[in-house]
């Protein structure tokens, strides 16, 4: 926790009440905990020597404390860097500002960059070189009357690359399929229900030729459970049949009923042309980019749940052993 050394006192007071809440201690405890940490004492020596300027606190107390303080100190350094690139863009606003000072969470602040960090080149880049992006905004406005193709009829321009309706009404898609995948609450709302309402469905893997040696993952075969509750230790035994190649394993949701809940939020005018194709680009979105990558985020999620569960159990036996006769 190198990030320790380098509170400053205004760190160690912002984050003293915080952190005080969640361990239900006194702040001054606290406060003097963070300051200890920040001169480089060890928890065992706070919590033995100094437990009249902690209040009492025992290690496992003091441990989370130092683990809170230094994520708060990381989260503090991404933020400046994530404000200072959007600033430099030149397209900083008060509301992103508020948004972005007022983040919690490291998974929030990266949703809220996400349409600022620099990319690698992508179908929606290609379009808005080929000048598809006023077409983008005019389908997303919803308001014209007129057909897609008709909208898109003025940004044929074969020299960019764009022969006919078609092609710049499929950039136009790819455009606001990113933008809509970068929204930072429509993120948030996927990786909410994939987290409550998504299921871990594993399979043989095909081609898997191996029976003797996948014999001891045939219960994974055709498996299924919500990431809600599966406990770890299935959740254990799917990756390891995943590593040596005899599973593999989603996270699957309802795509019909979340596709629905994100149309909600970006179609205005359902029964216009526009507002078809902005419907079909957010289920794009969703199939394209959002659901992989929040898949990715998930089995995180779900890898780390296990493994410190397995942790715990391995030190409450271990625990147990020690203290036997």
């Known amino acids: ?38 001169e480089e004492a060890t928890v065992p020596f706070i919590a033995r020597y100094r437990k009249e300027m902690t209040g009492g606190l025992d290690e496992v107390a003091i441990r989370t404390a130092a683990e809170r303080a230094s994520d708060m100190f990381e989260l503090d350094l991404r933020r400046e860097t994530v404000i200072k690139t959007i600033e430099e863009q ?16 490291r998974t929030e ?14 179908r929606a880049s290609v379009a808005r070189e080929k000048g598809l992006e006023p077409l983008a905004d005019l389908i997303f406005a919803q308001e014209d009357a007129r ?20 092609q710049a009404r499929q950039g136009a898609n790819d455009i606001l399929a990113e933008r809509f995948s970068e929204d930072a609450d429509a993120r948030a709302l996927v990786r909410e229900r994939l987290l409550e309402e998504g299921v871990v469905v594993s399979r043989r893997r095909p081609g898997d030729t191996k029976d003797a040696e996948a ?19 299935r959740m254990l035994a799917i990756r390891r049949g995943e590593k040596l190649e005899h599973l593999s394993y ?31 680009a957010v289920v794009d979105a969703y199939d394209r980019l959002m659901l ?34």
């Open 1 to 38: 926790m190198d990030a320790l050394k380098k509170l400053t006192e205004e760190h160690i007071q912002r984050y003293a009440d915080k952190i005080a809440g969640e361990l239900n201690h006194a702040r001054a405890g606290v406060v003097n905990t963070l300051r200890l940490l920040a």
């Open 90 to 105: 030149g397209k900083m606003t008060p509301e992103l500002m508020q948004r972005i000072i007022k983040c919690e969470s």
């Open 109 to 122: 602040l990266e949703d809220l960059y996400l349409p600022y960090r620099p990319k690698r080149k992508t």
């Open 147 to 166: 057909s897609v193709e008709d909208m898109a009829l003025p940004f044929i321009d074969a020299e960019k690359g764009v022969e006919d309706a078609q």
């Open 215 to 233: 014999a001891r993952f045939q219960d994974y075969f055709e498996f299924s459970e919500s990431v809600k509750t599966i406990p770890s230790h």
């Open 250 to 280: 989603e996270i699957e949701l309802d795509r019909d009923a979340i596709t629905r809940e994100l149309q909600r939020r970006f179609v205005k005018n359902a029964s216009s042309p526009s507002g078809l194709a902005v419907a079909a």
């Open 292 to 325: 992989p990558s929040l898949q990715v985020e998930v089995r995180g999620v779900l890898r780390q749940r296990a493994e410190d569960t397995a942790i715990e159990v391995f030190k409450a036996n271990l625990g147990n052993l020690l203290l036997s006769a």
